[in-house]
């Protein structure tokens, strides 16, 4: 076998014969050019309307007031989230603008 090869020879051991390419090439782009057909999205693309999802809510009761121990009513208050002590937090700060003294009594999940 020869150390150089042709650029015809080349092409042949890469790409195949020229033959079965040109018989190939030939019918196909012609059918598909007929077989494309565009199809315009459907309406179901749209936004979708989600149920909400399940909420965790933890009930917070609270005892304010704005004497020192005097008179003292009970809040309640009702957080979106899991985690007991971010609703404690939020829920005293919320009384806390009504309120001058606030005490936490329980947390519970509703």
């Known amino acids: ?58 009930r917070v009761t609270l005892r304010v007031g704005n004497e020192f121990e005097g008179e003292t009513h009970e809040m309640v208050h009702e957080a979106d989230t899991l985690s007991t002590l971010l609703a404690e937090q939020e829920a005293t700060r919320a009384a806390r603008k009504k309120f001058r003294f606030v005490e936490v009594v329980s947390v519970k999940p509703t």
């Open 1 to 58: 076998m020869s150390a150089e090869l042709t650029e015809e020879e080349m092409r042949r051991a890469l790409f195949g014969g020229a033959e079965p390419l040109a018989q190939v090439s030939a019918s196909p782009v012609q059918d598909t050019l007929s077989d494309i057909v565009i199809i315009e999205p459907a309406k179901a693309a749209e936004k979708k309307k989600v149920a909400k999802a399940f909420t965790p809510r933890l």
